[in-house]
């Protein structure tokens, strides 16, 4: 069974451009997370999408969105990029919505890197 | 505000002796906790997990401890290997599905060979 896969794995963008990461999760898997990891913040989390709705939400601003297609794949998009927002960008996948005893599967994520 | 704190960036250990990882947190609403392993370049993998209902959950070489008093978890590896090194996070969520995973800072564990 193939895992979680994330494109592209590098990713080097400027201040002010958008960027669309993409997450394929696990097969039979209808729940999508995102998170930020950063030096000395850990994995933050950015948002839930589980058939295709938002189910919960991090503290990060409008300029973080995703969504989720009907075949589960999820993609999550910045806009007006700006330095503080290089990091790795991690997307995991679960059974159903998140929650106790429902484990979460990571990708290897996508480096994003803002010049 | 960070409910999910660990506050060693680093540990070194011999090989052969233990590991122990520290993690803390400020919400009592967290009752369910789990540890996460990440190598260079990989994602997280999910290590152990416990529930608030239990004080001590192991799985081999890996003991997670709870002590809900002192809002305080430990991940204990015995004996630890240098295939063990990496960055370990842990993670507190809420049953009631209001708190999403909330993941500490992480802690590089470095087993000397």
């Known amino acids: 069974k193939a895992g979680v896969t994330q494109t592209p794995r590098y990713l080097i963008k400027t201040r002010g451009q958008q960027v669309t990461l993409s997450c394929s999760p696990i097969?039979?898997?209808?729940?999508v997370s995102w998170y930020q990891q950063t030096p000395g913040q850990g994995l933050q989390f950015l948002f839930e999408?589980?058939?295709?709705?938002?189910?919960n939400k991090g503290n990060f601003p409008g300029r973080f969105s995703g969504r989720q297609f009907s075949n589960s794949r999820s993609e999550m998009n910045v806009s007006t990029l700006e330095l503080g927002d290089s990091a790795l960008y991690l997307c995991?996948?679960?059974?159903?919505?998140?929650?106790?005893?429902?484990?979460?599967?990571f990708g290897p994520g996508t480096r994003l890197t803002v010049l | 505000d960070q409910q999910v704190k660990q506050n060693s960036p680093s540990l070194s250990v011999q090989e052969g002796r233990i590991s122990i990882l520290n993690c803390d947190y400020t919400?009592?609403?967290?009752?369910?906790f789990l540890w996460y392993k990440k190598y260079p370049a990989e994602g997280p993998t999910f290590l152990i997990s416990?529930?608030?209902?239990?004080d001590k959950n192991e799985d081999g070489r890996f003991t997670v401890f709870l002590n809900k008093s002192a809002k305080h978890l430990s991940l204990h590896i015995v004996p630890s290997q240098p295939g063990d090194s990496a960055v370990y996070f842990c993670?507190?969520?809420?049953?009631?599905?209001?708190?999403?995973?909330?993941f500490g800072t992480g802690t590089r564990l470095k087993v000397l060979a």
């Open positions: 995991a996948s679960s059974l159903t919505v998140s929650g106790v005893l429902n484990e979460q599967f």
């Open positions: 097969s039979g898997h209808r729940s």
């Open positions: 999408y589980f058939s295709e709705t938002q189910r």
């Open positions: 919400n009592s609403m967290f009752d369910y």
């Open positions: 416990i529930s608030s209902i239990k």
């Open positions: 993670a507190a969520s809420g049953s009631s599905g209001t708190y999403k995973y909330i």
